[in-house]
């Protein structure tokens, strides 16, 4: 399981694949459904989407 939170580095994020448990600070945790990586100006959003439809957002 992979804990994702403020200080997870952009690598460890990139390495996560669908099928991987994730959890987040607020106890959300799951396998991965989907991802979806939006790339701005300044920094990246990753969407995981877990089989049980709650999403966990990381703004790097």
Do not use: N, W
């Not at 994730?22 to 995981?48: C, M, N, P, Q, R």
Request: charged fraction near 25%; proline fraction near 2%; glycine fraction near 6%.
């Amino acid at each position: 399981m992979t804990r994702i939170d403020t200080l997870t580095p952009i690598k460890q994020l990139e390495q996560l694949k669908i099928g991987d448990v994730i959890s987040d600070t607020s106890g959300t945790s799951g396998a991965i459904k989907t991802i979806e990586v939006l790339k701005h100006k300044t920094s990246l959003t990753y969407y995981f989407r877990i089989k049980s439809g709650k999403l966990i957002l990381a703004i790097r």
